[in-house]
């Protein structure tokens, strides 16, 4: 199989080197990631295969690259695995893990935007509680919120452990086998990384990359 195929969320390269080993000698894949160390892992692979590019930047950029290579409307398949990858929450160092004590970062690029600890010390109590509930679901949103803006109050929350800690104080109940933290983790990582937001970018900039017969997964 041959054409131009897009992996809009490369992560650590999993999907591209599946893809890769099931397209021809001319066929030719892009990848995208906001991680610079997913930017590293691609380099090697870009070293490895002259069929692959790596491109640092998020999918929500998808129309502005492929429109300065000439490429929209020529694109035969786009993939996305959309969330949060398995190194990020291996890694303690970047802060998204409540299992593993660590900076409280949250960021998939860490040199843009605020970090997760920053982005509670500005947020309200209102926005938060809202963020709770719509991207985590969190019936115990308000709850959470109080407890985290008052520690605020106080001193910042720099640590994984420390928010975890604060959050399970504030539950009064959770599932049975889960960290009582695990969908306020859920939510804040969204809010700071503006996950649905770039999903809202993206979609229309697939469809429209795409060749008539294009697939989008």
Known sequence: VNGIYVDATFGRGGHSRALLAALGDNAHLLA???????????EKLMAEDSRFTIIHASFADLAHVLTARDLVGKIDGIMAALGVSSPHVEDASRGFSFMNDGPLDMRMNPSQGVSAADWLVTVSEEDLANVLFQYGEEKFSRRIARAIKKEVEIAPITSTKRLSDIVAEAHPSWERHKNPATRSFQAIRIAVNQELDDIKSFLPQ??????????LA
Do not use: N, Q, V, Y
Request: glycine share 10%; no cysteine.
């Open 32 to 42: 995208f990631d906001k991680d610079p160390e997913a930017i590293s892992a691609g």
């Open 206 to 215: 697939a469809l429209t990359a795409l060749k008539a017969d294009g697939k």
